[in-house]
């Protein structure tokens, strides 16, 4: 159905936009020695009227025969269509004049010609409408395609993350199992509880920030068995940023470097210090752990930096930024992201 037709209001708008074309072929028909006002109305009112109604019709043919698919046909249809519709009103004008008697006939080579050019100017119309109305669609089904690329995208980066998180946990238990297996036992039940945290964010793609430094905990204490004294953690959280959203698991390939390609090449061990801060929408997430120097590993940005600032450039695109790099000893990874609201009545997945 014609949009104009689906709504009362439209079609009254619609309508009223033809009052003055009405009165300008009046006009036009008594300049050209036809009937005056009051009977020239009586006439060329009524047919007008119809005509509008004759003019909605070009939309159907629009939308059958597109220009992009054969110019040269559809305007011949719509040139045909054109003359229907000035004989159409010429016989409406002149049908009213003869049912009233005492209206003279319309000048029908004018009537003809408005008819045939307001027709064609319908048809320009709804070309324009329907050309805007397929590049609305083209934009949404390109906007559809990104969300759902996006969307793939993170999935992919997401299921990217447990193998390489399982292997380095894994890795760390086969170490101390043939040191200390009482301590290695107390490894797996920590890791077990990291894993039903982790697992329990479902299809989740962001929670709050408390959520993610809990987690981050839960896999440094599954290190801390290993360790011992040699792993110590320093937090600086602010509580304006705890209730940010960021990505799931966001942080959680910066705290296994920090202990792959940190601590665990240092003799005497090292500190990794946390630190959020809020500066207005934007949050800012440091991490930073002692490292060796002279250490290629600690040079290395690896798979993990890697996952995280491509995680950030899919989710927030310009507005969130990520630097690494080595300075005094230590190896620093700062994150700013938007700080956007947490979904309320999500449960939290640790407990």
């Not at 949404?140 to 759902?148: D, G, I």
């Not at 430094?213 to 509580?239: C, K, M, N, P, W």
């Not at 390609?261 to 990794?272: D, N, P």
Request: charged share 20%; with cysteine; hydrophobic share 45%.
């Amino acid at each position: 159905m014609h949009p104009i037709l689906v709504s009362r209001r439209r079609l009254l708008g619609y309508l009223a936009g033809w009052v003055p074309l009405a009165a300008l072929l009046v006009l036009l028909n008594r300049s050209a020695g036809g009937a005056g006002w009051r009977q020239g109305a009586a006439a060329i009112g009524p047919a007008c009227f119809l005509y509008a109604f004759a003019c909605l019709s070009s939309w159907y043919l629009c939308r059958i025969r597109p220009l992009a698919m054969a110019a040269s046909f559809a305007t011949a249809v719509n040139f045909a269509a054109a003359a229907a519709a000035g004989g159409l009103l010429l016989a409406g004008a002149g049908g009213f004049a003869a049912w009233s008697f005492n209206v003279p006939p319309p000048q029908l080579g004018l009537l003809f010609g408005v008819g045939f050019l307001l027709y064609l100017l319908s048809a320009g119309l709804h070309y324009a409408a329907l050309g805007v109305e397929s590049s609305r669609q083209a934009e949404r089904r390109a906007a559809e395609a990104r969300t759902l690329a996006r969307e793939a995208e993170l999935q992919a980066l997401r299921a990217q993350l447990n193998p390489h998180f399982l292997f380095n946990s894994l890795h760390s238990i086969a170490a101390l199992a043939t040191l200390d297996g009482e301590r290695a036992r107390e490894m797996c039940v920590r890791l077990a509880d990291f894993l039903r945290a982790s697992l329990g964010f479902g299809g989740r793609q962001t929670i709050p920030l408390e959520e993610e430094l809990t987690l981050a905990r839960r896999y440094l204490d599954v290190e801390q068995v290993r360790f011992g004294r040699r792993l110590r953690v320093e937090e600086a959280i602010e509580s304006a940023c705890r209730g940010c959203a960021i990505p799931a698991l966001l942080l959680q390939p910066l705290v296994e470097n920090a202990v792959k390609h940190g601590i665990s090449g240092l003799t005497e061990g090292g500190v990794i210090r946390l630190a959020a801060e809020r500066t207005g929408s934007v949050v800012t997430i440091t991490l930073e752990n002692a490292c060796d120097p002279e250490s290629s590993a600690a040079r290395k940005s690896g798979l993990g930096l890697e996952h995280v600032r491509r995680r950030l450039e899919v989710s927030y695109g310009d507005e969130a930024s990520m630097e690494a790099g080595q300075r005094e000893g230590s190896f620093r990874v700062r994150l700013r992201l938007p700080c956007e609201k947490a979904v309320s009545g999500q449960r939290s997945a640790i407990s």
